[in-house]
């Protein structure tokens, strides 16, 4: 076993779940320079807050169903464009039976 860490998409034909998967994958597997180093770790950072930020706005809902305004960031947070979309939809795909609904 080499150590080596192998995001693949759960949907292969989803354009940007493979690049996410690429990209982690990459990230999780970049040794060497401390420039590499460094940019792994702001990269997991940015996953962590944007993952973060999802929990905290399901959390919201959970609490209030009939914010406007968390049902807002939510799909702001999952829509294709932002950043780590894939992780996050996947995130509420795993979990469908308590949030399918916002998909």
Do not use: W
């Amino acid at each position: 076993h080499d150590g080596k860490i192998d995001v693949t998409a759960v949907k292969s034909e989803d354009f940007e779940a493979k690049m996410t998967a690429e990209l982690v994958t990459e990230v999780f597997n970049l040794k060497n320079s401390g420039m590499r180093v460094y940019k792994s770790t702001l990269r997991f950072e940015e996953l962590n807050r944007e993952m973060n930020k999802l929990y905290d706005t399901l959390d919201e809902l959970a609490q209030n169903p009939k914010s406007g305004f968390a049902l807002k960031k939510l799909k702001a947070l999952i829509r294709k464009e932002s950043r780590f979309a894939a992780f996050k939809r996947c995130y509420i795909r795993e979990n469908e039976i308590k949030y399918i609904e916002y998909l």
